[in-house]
C-alpha cells in the first residue's frame, strides 16, 4: 500500500500518477483538511469579485479521485511517522489510527512563516488555508478602513491590489523588509514599474522596516517598527513561505531551513519520499538549490517520485522557476535566473533591458529584462510586464531557459509570421537579443 500525506498539489498528483502506472496497487490519501487543493489565492479571487466564495478556488473533485479507485481520508491529520517500523498515525474525529505502509509519500507543504511579532497574538491574519483566507475576508467585511500587509513580495502586492479592488477607499500600507519591493522575486526594472503603480492607486509603502512590536487599543492595531508606528485597524501578513516541517523533525534529515534533504529521485530514506514545498530544488540554469514554492514545482517532484515508485529511474526534475503574477493592472511573467543570483556562480551575469511592444492592435508596449551568462552568452532569465494579458509567454521564457539558448540564437529565431494573426515580422525577443549584443560591442 502506498500512502500519501498530504492531499494538495503534490499528493493528489503523485497518487494520479502512481495510477496512471499501475492500476492495482493500493493507493490511500490522508488530509488534514476537509477538501482537497485550496488554491491559496483564492482569497484574491474572491476580493476581486471572479469568485462568489472560497470553495470556489478548491481544484480537485473527490469524485474524480474515487474514480481512479484512489482512497481518500479528509480530516485526517498524521501526527506521527516512524520509517523504521513503516507505519504512520493518523489522528481522525479523536481517534489515533496505526497505518502501515510500503511506500510512503510526505506531501504536507508549506506554512506562511509565523512572525516573532505575532507571538501570543491573534491580531495577524493570513491567507494560505482556506479557513485563514475566510478568517481574513469575514474581518474585512466588517468595519475595517485601514488595513497594513506585512511583506511586499509577491503575496503582499497581489494581496494589496486585491484589497484595492475590493474597496477604492481602503487605506493600504505595505510593509517590507526588503530595501525595494519584489527584491527577491523580480529586477528593479519590474519592481519599478510596479511601485508607480501602486503610488498612483494611493497605496503607501515602506521599506527597510525591521517589526519590533505589536499592540492592540480598543479601535486599532499598532506595529512598532524602526521607523516608527504604524497604526491600522487590520494586520495581514504576507511572508515568504516555509517547508510545514515539525512533524518530520527528528525523523529525517532536514536542512538549515526546514527543507528535507532527499535524493535526487527525492526520497529520504529507505520507502519515504518528499514532495513539494517541502523542498528546496536545483534552479536550472544556474544549478544552485533555492526553495521555490511554487504548484508547478510540487506537482513535478510528485511524477518524479511517482515513477522512481514505479522504478523508472530516469525522471528528474530541476525548476526554471515560472510564474506570472498580477498587479495594479500589470501582468509580470518571469522564468530562470536573475542579477541577483549572480553570488551564487563562477561567473558574471549580465543584465540587459528595454520597452518593445506586442504584436496586439494597439501595439502594447512591455518591459523586458533578460539575463545573460557573459562568458558563453547562454540565456539564464527573462522577465517582462505589461499592461495587457502576457501570461502566454511564461512557457515560451521558460523553454528558452531550459534549451540553454544563446543570444545570439535568440536573435535570429524565426518566430512565426502570419498576417491574420498576431504577429511582426520580427518578435520583441529577437529585437531584445540584438540590443544585447549591440551593447556589448559598445563595451
Ligand atoms: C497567497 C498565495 C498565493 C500563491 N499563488 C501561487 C500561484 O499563483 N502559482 C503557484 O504556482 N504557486 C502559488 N503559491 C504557492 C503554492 O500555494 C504552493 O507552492 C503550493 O500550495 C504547494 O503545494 P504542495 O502540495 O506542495 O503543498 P500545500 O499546498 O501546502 O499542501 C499541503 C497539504 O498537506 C496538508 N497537511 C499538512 N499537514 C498535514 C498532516 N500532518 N496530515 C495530513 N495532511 C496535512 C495540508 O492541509 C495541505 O492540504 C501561492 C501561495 C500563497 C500563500
Do not use: W
Amino acid at each position: 500500500m502506498i500512502v500519501i500525506i498530504g492531499g494538495s498539489f503534490a499528493g493528489v498528483q503523485a497518487a494520479l500518477e502512481l495510477r496512471r502506472l499501475d492500476k492495482k496497487q493500493r493507493i490511500v490519501i490522508f488530509e488534514k483538511e476537509k477538501y482537497l487543493g485550496y488554491v491559496p489565492n483564492g482569497l484574491n479571487e474572491l476580493l476581486k469579485g471572479n469568485i462568489k466564495k472560497l470553495e470556489e478556488a478548491i481544484l480537485y473533485d473527490l469524485s474524480e479521485l474515487k474514480s481512479n479507485q484512489i482512497e481518500v481520508h479528509l480530516s485526517s491529520e498524521c501526527t506521527f511517522v516512524d520509517p523504521v517500523n513503516k507505519q504512520v498515525t493518523i489522528l481522525k474525529e479523536g481517534h489515533e489510527m496505526d497505518i502501515r505502509y510500503h511506500q510512503l509519500i510526505v506531501a504536507i507543504g508549506s506554512i506562511q512563516r509565523p512572525l516573532s511579532l505575532e507571538r501570543e497574538t491573534n491580531l495577524v491574519y493570513q491567507t494560505k488555508t482556506l479557513a485563514d483566507a475566510q478568517r481574513t475576508f469575514d474581518k474585512l467585511q466588517k468595519d475595517v478602513s485601514s488595513v497594513a500587509v506585512l511583506g511586499g513580495g509577491i503575496i503582499g502586492v497581489e494581496l494589496a491590489s486585491a484589497l484595492r479592488q475590493f474597496n477604492p477607499r481602503l487605506e493600504i500600507t505595505i510593509l517590507e523588509k526588503f530595501d525595494y519591493l519584489l527584491e527577491l522575486a523580480v529586477d528593479r526594472v519590474i519592481s519599478d514599474a510596479i511601485v508607480e503603480k501602486l503610488y498612483n492607486e494611493n497605496i503607501q509603502l515602506y521599506t527597510g522596516i525591521d517589526f519590533e512590536s505589536i499592540q492592540e487599543d480598543k479601535s486599532s492595531t499598532c506595529i512598532k517598527t524602526n521607523q516608527g508606528t504604524f497604526e491600522s485597524d487590520m494586520i495581514i501578513k504576507a511572508p515568504n513561505l516555509e517547508p510545514n516541517h515539525r512533524m518530520l523533525e527528528g525523523v529525517i534529515a532536514l536542512d538549515i531551513d526546514g527543507s528535507s534533504i532527499v535524493n535526487q529521485g527525492f526520497q529520504a530514506v529507505e520507502s519515504l519520499y518528499v514532495l513539494g514545498d517541502l523542498l528546496r530544488l536545483k534552479l536550472m540554469p544556474i544549478k544552485e538549490k533555492f526553495y521555490m514554492p511554487l504548484i508547478n514545482n510540487s506537482v513535478r517532484t510528485a511524477l518524479v517520485v511517482a515513477n522512481h515508485i514505479g522504478g523508472k529511474n530516469e525522471l528528474t526534475f530541476e525548476s526554471t522557476k515560472t510564474n506570472v503574477f498580477a498587479a495594479f493592472g500589470l501582468t509580470v511573467v518571469r522564468s530562470g535566473a536573475q542579477k541577483r543570483n549572480e553570488r551564487f556562480t563562477f561567473y558574471n551575469i549580465d543584465k540587459c533591458s528595454g520597452v518593445y511592444c506586442l504584436p496586439d492592435e494597439n501595439r502594447s508596449n512591455l518591459y523586458v529584462v533578460i539575463f545573460v551568462r557573459e562568458d558563453t552568452h547562454e540565456i539564464l532569465g527573462i522577465q517582462a510586464a505589461s499592461e495587457v494579458d502576457i501570461s502566454c509567454f511564461a512557457d515560451l521564457f521558460s523553454i528558452i531557459i531550459r534549451g540553454k539558448l544563446s543570444v545570439e540564437e535568440l536573435a535570429t529565431h524565426d518566430f512565426f509570421f502570419h498576417a491574420a494573426y498576431p504577429s511582426k515580422v520580427t518578435h520583441f525577443l529577437n529585437e531584445l537579443a540584438l540590443d544585447y549584443l549591440d551593447k556589448q560591442k559598445e563595451h
